[in-house]
């Protein structure tokens, strides 16, 4: 069974600063992309940012504010968000894409289960 579980979430002020991490498990060989997508209440789950092949994207909203890396090694994809606001408040997920299993298979894509995000003003 593949899995993303993501760690890290919590409540902060705003101008603060949280690390999310993300890490695959199972008998995952490589996963092309990573990414980390957010969902405020009321609203619908939206892209933070992904990386893949050394290429990363950002939505507008987090630039400059958010940094996206990877360890592939440990099928790992981290979220450092600085400069937080209120508006960065949402159930963070973790998105993989283009899953290699060991022995061939391949998975389009899994998400983790989330966690939470509280910005306070």
């Known amino acids: 069974q593949v899995q993303l579980v993501e760690s890290g979430g919590g409540l902060v002020q705003a101008g603060g600063s949280l690390r999310l991490s993300c890490v695959g498990s199972g008998i995952i060989s490589s996963i092309n992309v990573m990414g980390w997508y957010r969902q405020a209440p009321g609203k619908e789950r939206e892209l933070v940012a992904t990386?893949?092949?050394?290429?990363?994207n950002y939505s507008d909203s987090v630039k400059g504010r958010f940094t996206i890396s990877r360890d592939n090694a440990k099928k790992t994809v981290y979220l450092q968000m600085n400069s937080l606001k209120p508006e960065d408040t949402g159930v963070y997920y973790c998105?993989?894409?283009?899953?290699?299993?060991?022995?061939?298979?391949?998975?389009?894509?899994?998400w983790g289960q989330g966690t939470l995000v509280t910005v306070s003003s």
């Open positions: 990386a893949s092949d050394g290429n990363t």
């Open positions: 998105n993989g894409e283009g899953i290699r299993l060991l022995g061939g298979v391949r998975i389009r894509e899994v």
